[in-house]
């Protein structure tokens, strides 16, 4: 065996198999450490991305589940919102206060598809449209739908109550399922 001084040092360069196996035992610790960390990173980029456009339960069977996202046929329901005279009360209230307005309206509008465990698909303007039976199978899926529609249509009160100073008549929602 290689003798040691006393600071650790090998006399002769020679390496033994037991300190070969613990070098490699250690350098492939380290690379499994490092794997186990990008894995983790990649996760958590996923799910903050998932939870952008999906509910926090959708965004995990997401992420346990990425092949969810593939295309497939499969019956779904849409739902599409619009706010009526979204132009014109635009113009009436100009830029700052359209955008406090319009995102009070999708904020309060989206949670309605969420709390039906629907996905929104997209919000554009003053356009929403939410979907259900996509990407996870529910036999429900238009029921869901109806029911987020006329969630959306019992927030209109609170909606008008908020904006009542701001707007020169309570607004109103087309909504197609």
Not at 46 to 69: C, G, K, N, W, Y
Not at 90 to 107: H, K, P, Y
Not at 160 to 166: F, G, H, K, V, Y
Request: hydrophobic content about 45%; aromatic content about 6%; glycine content about 6%.
């Amino acid at each position: 065996l290689p003798q040691r001084d006393p600071a650790g040092l090998v006399n002769d360069l020679q390496i033994t198999e037991v300190e070969a196996i613990l070098v490699e035992l250690l350098s492939t610790s380290v690379a499994a450490g490092f794997a186990r960390l990008e894995h983790e990173k990649a996760a958590v980029e996923a799910r903050v991305l998932f939870e952008q456009f999906f509910t926090p339960e959708l965004s995990r069977q997401l992420e346990a589940q990425p092949d969810l996202l593939l295309g497939k046929d499969t019956d779904v329901s849409l739902l599409f919102c619009d706010i009526r005279r979204f132009s014109e009360v635009s113009e009436q209230l100009g830029a700052r206060l359209t955008i406090d307005w319009i995102q009070d309206v999708m904020e309060t509008l989206s949670s309605c598809v969420s709390e039906y465990h629907g996905v929104l698909v997209d919000t554009l303007g003053d356009q929403l449209i939410g979907m259900w039976g996509a990407p996870v199978e529910r036999e429900d899926h238009a029921e869901l739908a109806c029911r987020a529609a006329i969630a959306m249509v019992e927030q209109l009160p609170a909606l008008n109550r908020r904006w009542l100073n701001a707007l020169d008549r309570p607004m109103d929602l087309g909504i197609g399922i």
